[in-house]
């Protein structure tokens, strides 16, 4: 089982990225998807998550990142609208196959090896 997290980048404040998650070896189909960073000398945060058509987000991104996801393409996106300088971490994606929706890192079973998101003010 892989996932493999790719998109970040270098954006100004107020830019838009979309990061995706690819993942192999299993389909996550009736699993928690869900999205985590980890800014420099913090943390691992939680983001975001999905399972099937419910979604959960951090306060601090409400109504400016998006999680979905295409079941074809077994890819995990992140659309990140209004990025805010304190946005850039390392962003990761994890799969929880035996949980419902939640913020607790340790409940994910699988993660990826992480995006560097820079938000420039």
Same mark, same amino acid.
């Given at each position: ?31 928690? +998807?869900?999205?985590? =960073? ?9 983001? *975001?998550?999905?399972?099937?058509? /419910? #979604? ?23 659309? +990140?609208?209004?990025? =805010? ?9 994890? *799969?929880?196959?035996?949980?419902? /929706? #939640? ?19």
């Amino acid at each position: 089982v892989q996932l493999q997290a790719y998109g970040g980048g270098l954006v100004q404040a107020g830019g838009s990225l979309r990061l995706s998650c690819e993942t192999s070896g299993r389909t996550f189909r009736n699993d928690v +998807m869900g999205w985590f =960073r980890q800014a420099p000398g913090k943390d691992r945060e939680f983001v *975001a998550a999905l399972k099937w058509r /419910i #979604t959960y987000y951090v306060d601090s991104v409400k109504g400016r990142f998006t999680i979905s996801r295409d079941m074809f393409k077994n890819t995990l996106y992140l659309q +990140m609208n209004s990025l =805010r300088p304190e946005d850039t971490a390392v962003y990761f994606c994890a *799969a929880g196959t035996r949980t419902a /929706i #939640t913020t607790n890192a340790s409940a994910y079973d699988y993660w990826g090896q992480g995006t560097l998101v820079t938000v420039s003010s």
